[in-house]
């Protein structure tokens, strides 16, 4: 069992920026470092789609094209934590931002689906206003 919670939402003007953060409580028998980690989005009336992912180690990292040039993501396995960069934030980028971790395919994502165990925090808000 892993359960996830997000920080760092908020609400800020076009060109902004924000940091999500996403701290794990990992059950016995799991290990943080064997999932697969990442950042969906949902905006209201829209599907979730998935923003950006790191492998286990997180030397990789693919993104939504949409954020490629303006978010960062990150993970610390020491702190069981991930983190989101946000920069340059438009008012598109409006939406509830959600962590999750998983444990198959960690690059098929971007539909905002992935595959084997997974676990969604709660969600964070974060509102960008022109």
């Known amino acids: 069992q892993v359960q996830l919670v997000e920080s760092g939402g908020g609400s800020v003007q076009a060109g902004g920026s924000l940091r999500l953060s996403c701290v794990a409580s990992v059950g016995s028998g799991n290990n943080y470092s064997s999932y697969c980690m990442g950042w969906f989005r949902q905006a209201p009336g829209k599907e979730r789609e998935g923003v950006a992912a790191?492998?286990?180690?997180?030397?990789?990292?693919d993104y939504a094209d949409s954020v490629k040039t303006r978010f960062s993501i990150s993970r610390d396995n020491a702190k069981r934590t991930l983190y989101l960069q946000m920069n340059n934030l438009k008012p598109e980028d409006t939406a509830i931002y959600y962590c999750a971790a998983w444990s198959l395919n960690c690059f098929s994502f971007q539909d905002g689906r992935i595959g084997g165990q997974n676990y969604w925090g709660q969600g964070t808000q974060v509102t960008v206003s022109a």
């Open positions: 790191a492998s286990l180690s997180g030397a990789l990292i």
